[in-house]
């Protein structure tokens, strides 16, 4: 899950045309949809009968997602031709989904997202038989990820990783003094005894209330995904706590915060956290950057394919599908990316870096550990977002 | 030699108080354009001295250079014998009415002509007493509400008029006061503009192109031409008694005929021309043999269809042209030399024709104190 | 047939042109946008507002959102702070814009397109990018702190980024060419002989300033000023990518109404209330001047 600013930009344009298909009604032939590809309406025009399945794929993917060799090969195999769009955010993704025909035929949403969409009946069920690798699935991954989907029936696992906490190692060892690490190490951004120290360094805090909500419920004792505004209230008082201690929230940029050595603490992505410290490994500078794998779990967030109700292209979809699950092609995604895939057939060909790095590749018990993705209620969801803007503006 | 009655100086200044010195000023433009070159005047209190030349030859630019608005390039300007050459305009008590009277859009006719005396910190209930007086005087109490854009050009003209003399300045400048005008509201506004001024007591210099509203108006004139003055005098003496070609031409219509000397006595000379021979009945500076020009102004010449006695101040020609004006009539005669002729005869009887009509073959003559011998 | 026939009468259909385009672009998106707000969210999509009960239409209003709008302090305090980011941007605008406009209608002609030129310059460069590199220059290890540490100016790096200063420095930046344009556009048609004929009746230039060039440029001031302040009010890239999280703007929050939230309903109706914040009065200070004029 990669975030930059431009999602911004993309987003008002989102919010335009989302606004115009809304307004003509419910119809979903009537709009002229600026944002589907232009390549698979021409290709319509020059369709085959029907039957056969023109040989296209359009796919909406994050950004940065891939390995430099995935889709040439893909083609090169199967003769599709590949039209790669990517988004930022999963807002961005769920608004086009809302106000559908996106012209995709594989999105990838992160799968509190893709439950969502599931219920507004978005999404078309898999195929099995179309997906023989699917017994390359890692049970666990798959365990978790069927408390949203149950059955597994409509997404799959593209990669996955977690919230948790990241520092500058040496940073954050001069500020806490005699002071040793805590026992929990949410503590050293829930924990004003920690959190007035680090000030000094720099706290970084997702601008993810769906993110950061779970994390902070199970902190305080309340169930992640509770449907109770008390709970929120609880730990939103808790959070309120620190809040003199933030210095920023960011929705991505932390990898550069934390790599430049502007901060010192980071609740955010695993994923992120171990790019910063690729990078700065790389740049040879003085900040030693990791991830936390913390005891108290963070939050697990996996991105999952899947097939829009209305794609065109349903057989192409399940063969990408199946092309991904091969174990050499998602090892591939991974060594590119750093963020852990659910296949075990791919475990041989990751590099060893990866898979030793005991955050990435975490162990049977952290897994079990993490919060699983969940979700809540629209209101709910507002309540999160009501009280987080109170957060971050402190008042 | 013979003295001519050239007013080559401005003699009358001499014997009244001067107002305004301007001496020896030039004024250039990007170091290159000479719109005033060197340029002396005295202007006396009381009188409305006219500034008078075609476009382009510097009126403005010298007026602008009294206003304060252009600095000269050389020269200095002395009011009331304080120099002012380095003052700037809104230190001095001078007053200009602009050329289309640059109104203020966004004030009404009352805060128009209040505006000069706010700026001077005059109690509130002297502004509306001067105001009031100013705006009777131009005929605008009616209007003082509202805004120049409501006016038309003549109530505007008017207002421009109070505005600049609400202060009571000691010299008013005008900058073509009427070029904004029709002919006809035009002439009517002269004298108007006059009897104001004169009400007022105000010294005046006034900019115009239009020789006949200078003569209309001002007591004393400077023909102006390409930044320099070509003649100062009064408007008869300047229309009598040009000093060259050029005011000659340029003052009313004129003849030009050009000859040379053949007799020079202290009492007369004698001038020949291509179509006739001139006997002037005075004296003039210059010799025999010198090549000299002779303005004759048409209505000085007589038309008849019999030969004139003498040898001199007469000339033939066939009419070619005949103009109407309802006081006057203009004839134009071609001579056999090929020059044609202004001939002008006023319309004191019925008998427009007064015998001649195109093709017709004429004589003109005049008398031996009707033209002037120009040297340059 | 009549009608008709009047409908296409040469300047009856020049009238209609900006009408016509004020009701395709303007009039038509609001409605709808007001029709969203009036609607209620469901899962995945926005209700109907008319629905068939035994073959007759019902219309259903959901007047729920603008009630929440009014109950909940937070919209109430972000629509107050847009107002005021925005004028502040409005009033820096003119500040520096006033004086810019000013010289460079006075600037010799020749040197006239090459000054405009120079304003619209940084229009060749994206937006975002430009947001960006005013980034680089405020953070805590950027251009400037590090400029001024080198220098030993200061001590330790100023907190110029993510708060109300950064915030109204891009603001400021990017809307100061529309505030300068129109500006120009005026001051360069100002007729001098105003000011001489002020300076004339013994007005020295800095009170000749005030008393003519400031109020012979009003309709400027006014263009310049609204085209920065209403798009200032709505702003929402400015405020998200230099702005701190205590920096409120109704952009974000309709962003997080939109895109957190998944309310539609509730952006469109936050969204409405915004537009009628900012025409409402302006519409009554338009009929005011307009009477004001009349008289
Ligand atoms: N601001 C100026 N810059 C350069 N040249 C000028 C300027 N003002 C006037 N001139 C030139 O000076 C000459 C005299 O102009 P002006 O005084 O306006 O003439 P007038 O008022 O007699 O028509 C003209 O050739 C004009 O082009
Ligand atoms: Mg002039």
């Given amino acids: 899950m990669k975030l930059s600013n431009s999602k911004y930009l993309l987003s008002m344009a989102v919010i335009g045309a989302g606004l115009t298909l809304a307004g003509c009604g419910e119809s979903d032939k009537t709009a002229a949809d600026a944002s589907k590809p232009a390549a698979s309406t021409e290709v319509a025009a020059a369709a085959p009968a029907a039957g056969e399945e023109e040989k296209v794929l359009n796919i909406y993917n994050w950004s940065d997602y891939l390995a430099e060799d995935t889709i040439p090969n893909f083609e090169k195999e199967t003769g599709i031709k590949v039209r790669y769009d990517i988004f ?122 769906s993110e950061v909500f779970p994390i902070a419920l199970r902190y305080v ?175 | 030699m013979a003295t001519a009655p050239k007013p080559q100086t401005d003699s009358k200044a001499i014997t009244k108080e001067v107002l305004l010195r301007v001496e020896g000023v030039t004024k250039i433009y990007d170091g290159t354009v000479k719109a005033v070159d060197n340029v002396s005047l005295t202007v006396n209190k009381g009188e409305i001295f006219g500034l008078l030349g075609g476009s382009g030859c510097g009126k403005s630019t010298l007026l602008r250079m009294m206003a304060g608005f252009e600095k000269p390039t050389k020269g200095k300007i002395f009011l009331d014998n304080q120099d002012i050459t380095d003052l700037p305009s809104y230190q001095r008590p001078i007053n200009m009415m602009f050329q289309s009277y640059a109104l203020f859009p966004h004030l009404s006719v009352w ?130 008694t040009p000093n060259s070609r050029q005011v000659a031409d340029f003052i009313g219509n004129v003849n030009m005929f050009e000859g040379e000397v053949i007799v020079d006595e202290p009492d007369h000379i004698i001038v020949k021309c291509d179509e006739c021979t001139h006997y002037v009945g005075h004296g003039f500076t210059g010799n025999k043999g010198m090549a000299v020009g002779v303005a004759l102004r048409p209505e000085k010449i007589m038309l008849s269809k019999d030969k004139p006695k003498g040898e001199y101040n007469w000339a033939e020609g066939v009419v070619t042209e005949i103009v109407y004006f309802g006081d006057h009539t203009t004839y134009h005669l071609k001579t056999a030399a090929g020059h044609v002729i202004k001939a002008q005869e006023i319309n004191n009887t019925r008998d427009l024709s007064c015998g001649l009509t195109w093709g017709d073959h004429a004589y003109m003559h005049w008398g031996d104190l009707a033209m002037i011998v120009l040297t340059h | 047939m009549n009608m008709l026939k009047n409908l296409f009468q040469g300047n009856k259909l020049v009238i209609g042109i900006p009408y016509g385009w004020f009701l395709l672009l303007v009039a038509i998106p609001l409605l709808i946008v007001m029709k969203i707000s009036l609607s209620e969210m469901e899962a995945t999509s926005v209700s109907n507002m008319i629905s068939w009960t035994n073959g007759l239409p019902t219309l259903k209003l959901n007047f729920a959102n603008y009630q929440f709008i009014f109950s909940d302090a937070l919209y109430v305090k972000t629509y107050i702070s847009s107002i005021k980011y925005a004028l502040i941007t409005t009033l820096i605008c003119l500040a520096i814009g006033y004086p810019f406009a000013y010289f460079m209608a006075r600037a010799p002609k020749h040197v006239q397109p090459t000054l405009l030129m120079l304003i619209m310059l ?172 009349e008289a």
């Avoid at chain 1, 174990?327 to 991974?334: C, D, I, N």
């Avoid at chain 1, 897994?367 to 969801?381: C, E, H, Q, S, W």
């Avoid at chain 3, 105003?194 to 109020?215: M, N, Q, R």
């Avoid at chain 3, 000023?225 to 405020?239: D, N, R, T």
């Fill in chain 1, 88 to 209: 930022d955010s999963n807002e961005i993704l769920h608004a086009k989904m809302i106000a559908k025909n996106t012209g995709y035929d594989i999105v990838v949403p992160s799968s509190n997202w893709g439950k969502m969409q599931i219920d507004g009946g978005l999404i078309q069920k898999l195929d099995k038989s179309k997906l023989p690798n699917w017994k390359n699935l890692d049970p666990t991954v798959l365990a978790q990820l069927a408390q949203l989907d149950p059955g597994n029936e409509h997404l799959v696992d593209w990669l996955w990783s977690y919230t948790t906490v990241g520092i500058n190692v040496d940073k954050v060892k001069t500020a806490l003094g005699d002071m040793p690490m805590p026992e929990n190490t949410w503590d050293l951004v829930f924990d004003p005894k920690y959190t007035s120290k680090l000030k000094s360094c720099g706290i970084s805090m997702l601008d993810a209330p």
């Fill in chain 1, 221 to 395: 004792h309340k169930p992640e995904f509770s449907l109770v505004e008390a709970d929120y209230k609880a730990a939103f008082d808790m959070l309120m706590k620190v809040r003199p201690d933030i210095k920023r929230f960011n929705s991505g940029g932390q990898i550069e915060d934390l790599a430049s050595g502007n901060i010192c603490v980071a609740l955010g992505w695993a994923g992120d956290f171990n790019l910063a410290r690729k990078r700065s490994i790389e740049n040879k500078s003085e900040q030693h950057i990791e991830a936390l794998v913390t005891k108290m779990g963070g939050y697990m967030f996996m991105d999952t394919m899947a097939i829009p109700a209305d794609a065109k292209h349903p057989n192409n979809a399940h063969k990408f599908i199946n092309y991904i699950l091969e174990g050499k092609v998602h090892a591939g995604l991974t060594n590119a990316v750093t963020y852990a895939n659910p296949n075990k057939a791919a475990t041989p060909f990751v590099s060893d870096e990866i898979k030793n790095n005991k955050t990435i590749y975490l162990s049977d018990a952290d897994v079990k550990n993490l919060i699983p993705p969940g979700n809540v209620d629209n209101a709910t969801r507002r309540i999160e977002t009501r009280l987080y803007t109170q957060f971050k503006t402190g008042t």
């Fill in chain 2, 111 to 240: 805060e128009n002509v209040a505006f000069g005396l706010k700026r001077d910190n005059m109690p509130k209930d002297e502004i509306a007493k001067r105001v009031d007086a100013m705006l009777t005087l131009a005929q605008l109490n009616k209007y003082a509400q509202r805004k120049p854009h409501q006016l038309s050009g003549g109530q505007q003209q008017r207002v421009a008029l109070a505005r600049s003399l609400a202060k009571r300045p000691k010299l008013l400048l005008l900058d073509e006061p009427l070029g904004a005008l029709d002919k006809k509201l035009r002439e009517t506004t002269q004298l108007e503009l006059v009897n104001i001024i004169e009400e007022v007591g105000v010294t005046c210099v006034l900019v115009t192109h239009d020789q006949e509203e200078a003569m209309t108006m001002a007591s004393r004139i400077a023909v102006m031409s390409e930044g320099y003055f070509l003649q100062i005098g009064e408007p008869d003496v300047i229309y009598e």
């Fill in chain 3, 122 to 293: 940084p229009f060749w460069t994206s937006f975002l990018l430009r947001i960006y590199a005013w980034k680089t220059l405020l953070v805590s290890n950027g251009v400037i702190n590090n400029v001024l540490m080198s220098l030993h100016v200061i001590n330790a790096p100023l907190e110029m980024m993510n708060n109300s200063f950064s915030l109204t420095i891009g603001m400021v930046y990017s809307y100061l060419p529309f505030m300068i344009l129109p500006l120009y556009a005026n001051l360069s048609k100002l007729d001098l002989r105003y000011l001489e004929a002020a300076a004339d009746l013994g007005t020295s230039p800095f009170k000749a300033f005030w008393l003519i060039t400031v109020p012979l440029s009003k309709a400027g001031i006014i263009a310049g000023s609204m085209l920065v302040f209403i798009p200032a009010v709505g702003e929402f890239v400015i405020p998200e990518l230099l702005g701190g999280p205590d920096t409120l703007m109704i952009g974000r929050v309709l962003w997080d109404e939109f895109f957190s939230n998944n309310d539609w309903p509730m952006a469109a109706a936050v969204a409405v209330v915004m537009i009628a914040l900012i025409l409402v009065p302006m519409a009554i200070l338009n009929k005011a001047e307009a009477k004001l004029e």
